[in-house]
């Protein structure tokens, strides 16, 4: 029988764990949370210091009776919960209900290999009441938030509404983002380029306009820009100066669970909440082959850049190996984690680096190998020499007029030999074709029109961005954040990228005018530095939420007297009562609902006034959401007819009174 019991968070660890530690430990889950503030109240005192009432989850009951069993049988209990502030509070709190009189010690790795697993278990420590009241303060900030002003939406927008301490200001990003896109004006401006090409040569010069009279250039019209054209036309063409210089860039930090999810947006097309779902698989454990089941990579949730001494060693090594002497820098490359990193793990790495992504591509799934394959290629490359380019300008001169010809080669390329990253190449441009004085022939001179362009939606990469720039929200949130987003109607996602709802701009708006501080986004940066001094020691739980309780209570106070409840109604009775019908908003989108609701539960699809396509269907198209958040059309009439399309057909246009 087992002496000594290990409960770690997720089951897919047990099996990789257990195999690791062997027959005198029994390695069990707790499946996460099973501790938690009770759903139907707010739990928290905020007369007596916000004294927190935990309680176990009530359909995690029946784990917690499994773990108070296998508790009772063992003499020793290890917690080996996530080595975050998180899996801290989660082993704190498991251990009130069934480890009282029991020796019980924690242990943290930060990878799931043979090696990092038993050096974690000849140091064990206790239990760090720092990170547990952080971690807990966390919890308590965002229930009150939640639970104060979220009714307060209920009553006077509509249900299913909620607001957040942190999502509430990532929403503000993308409405902000929605509202510059509305207002923008698009300017228009012209340039002017040429193909020029000089005598003997096979390769063509593609020069810019950048100065006319020694004046940057600035055309507006047209009518101006062809007088230029036809005036440029007229001129010849001479180098005048050649600058050729060496440019180093430099190889990218290791991944940070921000940048593991935006660059998996930009090269591999995954949502925050799938990169996060398969990196967890990659930590958790794999099947080899035939050997033990292990961690390919590191703790996935991480904002520090941060490398153990180890495995700097074994990546110099294999890079000399793989690549050459030429491609290992004399130190190893440091780098710098931002001011607010917690730096309590090390960035996101392969556990092993000689496990590289060919040789364990048929055990993994395609998902799986690919994020992999990008993890393992940025480690390797952050190790190594920087590319070196020889970037080159030409400088023309016809007449008043100056040109501009960029380009560069690649004279070596250093990390990008494992890791392309995604700055922009410039064109090729060899020096040794020109000197300066040479005369140029005009090939052909080429305005061209264009108009300023409005600031882009965000992506799911640029949210991410956003958000850690702005300090809004740590990393282990950014996937859940987007998440509820999504699932609220708040925001539209198409393709991983974010509009905001008519829903969306309306609570923001709501919540901008009633709740200035817990929408500013300064406010909220303040409150996650706030929040993590509790973790280092200078400034304490009761404290940090009752400097924010006090003006909190002050606009929920003004809020709750002067909201007025407003509804969307429509030019259209209820067919049943007769009483007016409002649009709300479901798990699926907008719908129409009876004023009288619930004497009246008459309800209708939101019909978007465009006959459907399909032969014969007297129906009109409604607009659904996936449960991914995209937006797509379907029959009014499903299931009698199953028509589907990812956008809005133009014609067909139906008379409808529910627009």
Known sequence: MAKILVIVESPAKVKTINKILGTKYKVTASMGHLIDLPKSTIGVDVDNDFAAKFIVVRDKMKTMAKLKKEA?????IVIATDPDREGEAIGWNLIQHIAKDKKVSRVVFHEITKDAVKKAFLHPREFNHKLVDAQNARRVLDRIVGYQISPL????????????????VALRLVVDREEAIRIFVPQEYWQIAVDLQKKGVKDILTANLEKMDGEKVDLKAEPVTQA?????????????????RQVKRNAPAPFITSTLQQEAFGKLGFNTS???????????????????????ITYMRTDSVNIAAEAIEKVRALIKKDHGKEYLPEQP????SKKSAQEAHEAIRPSDVYRKPEDVKQYLSDEQYRLYDLIWKRFISCQMMPAIFEQTKIEILAGRFQFGASGSIL?????????????????KLDPSLYAEGDVLNLL??????????PPARFSEASLVKALEEQGIGRPSTYASIIHTLVYRNYVLRDRGYFTATELGIRICNLLMEYFKKIMDIGFTAKMEE???????????????????????????????ANIQKTEMTIEKPCPDCGKPMVVKWGRRGRFISCTGFPDCKHAEAFTTGVKCPAEGCTGELVERRSHRGATFYGCSRYPDCKFIANKLPVANVAPSEAK
């Not at 799938?274 to 961690?295: F, R, S």
């Not at 490359?333 to 710098?336: A, D, H, L, S």
């Not at 052909?444 to 362009?453: G, L, Y």
């Open 72 to 76: 009772k049988d063992v003499e020793e």
């Open 153 to 168: 939406l209920w009553k006077k927008v509509g249900s299913r509404l909620s607001a957040g301490r942190v999502q509430s």
């Open 333 to 336: 490359n440091k780098f710098k």
């Open 444 to 453: 052909e001179v080429k305005p061209s029109q264009h108009f300023t362009k």
């Open 274 to 296: 799938k990169t996060m779902m398969i990196a967890q698989q990659l930590y958790e454990g794999v099947e080899i082959g035939d050997e033990e089941p292990e961690g390919l």
């Open 530 to 560: 706030e929040l993590d001094s509790i973790e280092d020691g200078t400034n304490v739980y009761a404290k940090v939420l009752g400097d924010f309780w006090g003006p909190f209570k002050e606009e929920l106070d003004f809020a709750m």
């Open 411 to 427: 004279a070596f390329p250093g990390y990008l030999t494992t890791y392309m990253d995604n700055e922009e190449q410039d064109v």
């Open 228 to 244: 230029v054209v036809e005036e440029i036309k007229k001129s010849s063409f001479k180098i005048s100066a050649i600058n050729t």
